[in-house]
């Protein structure tokens, strides 16, 4: 089967595969039935044959038909039962699964562990173990493809939906957008990485900080230029970024902002709109110069840098994450530290 179809990687890849190779086979049976019977009746029953052309005998006119009819309706009815049991199992996950949220955006796929670890555009999984995803997209419809799973699933604003698989062979499987979702929707590709559950076990352990966003996040910090203004060790008079996320920021007009999500991206794309006080308005827009992923992964690493208590903001984050923060934070200073960091995820 393999030799036709693409790699087989989770149990329900097999049975998928059982029920379209059944298909295939039942109606390559039919229609060489069909074809044979043409084919056999023009040649008895051509123009020069002396073959009877009499009344059909009663058998074929009532017991013959009644039964062909029953048989193909059996048949239907099996062939739908069968195929409908391994869709509804779909929508079903085993209740002791492992639980990851996906976020569809253009163009990119976000991953959210039960312990806050985030990725992007990589999905890591144990083998042999179910696991459940939550789909949600942040803007148009999606859809998420892994042809080596047989998992296509539709993921609509709005809506949550589920979807679950099983995966049964190591290794790297791509994942697809299958839904056309705009511009650089052909671009919208990842990963899914299956592995052995111990190292996997370990992976997740090993990054509690964990945080693939933050860490991009640290990178661009110093790639991007911020680290020339924002860095501990800058000489220019600039904002730090260790404890700032959820503080209340006096502004230069006199208004306040919470430094949220919202706030900081403005901060990127809009910089003279609110400018805090005590600062001269010398930072240059980022518009047009950092894509959404980008922005998000900032903002990602501002907040893993604590916020006001110096706890973490992220609800999900690990008790350790305050440690592993200030570890950040003391690479961040050291422009060399996040840019030699391995980044595992990531485009
Ligand atoms: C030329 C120096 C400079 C560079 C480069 C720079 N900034 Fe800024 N940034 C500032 C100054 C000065 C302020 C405070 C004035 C203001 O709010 O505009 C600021 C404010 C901010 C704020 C709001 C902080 C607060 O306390 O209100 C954020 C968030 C921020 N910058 C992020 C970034 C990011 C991310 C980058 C890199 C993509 C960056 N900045 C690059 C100088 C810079
Ligand atoms: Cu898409």
Redesign the pocket.
């Known amino acids: 089967m393999s030799m036709f179809m693409p790699i087989e990687a989770s149990d329900r890849a097999a049975q998928i595969d059982t029920i379209f190779l059944a298909l295939l086979i039942i109606s390559l049976l039919i229609s060489a039935l069909v074809f044979g019977l043409i084919i056999g009746f023009g040649i008895r029953y051509r123009r020069a044959s002396s073959a009877d052309r009499g009344p059909m005998p009663e058998f074929f006119r009532r017991e013959f038909e009644i039964g062909w009819t029953f048989a193909t309706a059996l048949l239907f009815l099996f062939l739908f039962w069968w195929a409908a049991s391994v869709n509804i199992e779909v929508l079903v996950p085993p209740k002791d699964s492992y639980r990851v949220n996906v976020v569809a955006k253009q163009w990119m796929w976000k991953f959210q562990y039960p312990n806050g670890v985030r990725q992007i555009d990589t999905l890591r999984v144990p083998i042999d173990t179910p696991i459940t995803l939550t789909l949600e997209s942040q803007d148009v419809i999606h859809s998420f493809f892994v042809p080596a799973f047989r998992i296509k699933q539709d993921v609509v604003p709005g809506l949550r939906t589920e979807t679950w698989f099983k995966a049964t062979k190591l290794g790297t499987f791509k994942l697809l957008c299958a839904e056309y979702c705009g511009t650089d929707h052909s671009r919208m590709r990842g990963e899914v990485i299956v592995m052995r559950q111990k190292d996997f076990a370990e992976w997740l352990a090993a990054r509690p900080e964990g945080d693939d966003l933050a860490r991009r996040g640290a990178e ?2 110093v790639s ?7 860095a501990e060790s800058s000489n ?4 730090r ?1 260790p404890g ?1 996320y959820g ?1 209340r ?1 006096p ?2 007009d006199g208004r306040t ?1 919470v ?1 949220d999500e919202a ?2 991206r403005d ?2 794309l809009q ?2 709109r ?3 006080a005590g ?6 827009s ?1 518009s047009g ?2 894509d959404d992923g980008e922005i998000e992964s ?1 903002t990602a690493y ?1 907040r893993s840098l604590g916020t006001v208590g110096g706890a973490p903001a992220a609800p999900t984050a690990p008790p350790s994450g305050g440690a592993a923060n200030a570890a950040e934070a003391a690479e961040a200073a050291d422009p060399a530290g996040p840019t030699t960091r391995p980044t595992g995820g990531g485009r």
């Open positions: 661009l910090f991007r230029g911020c680290s020339g203004c924002h220019v008079h600039a904002p970024f700032l503080r920021i502004l230069a902002a430094a706030y900081i901060s990127m910089p003279n609110d400018v805090a600062y001269r308005p010398i930072m240059p980022y110069l950092l900032l501002i």
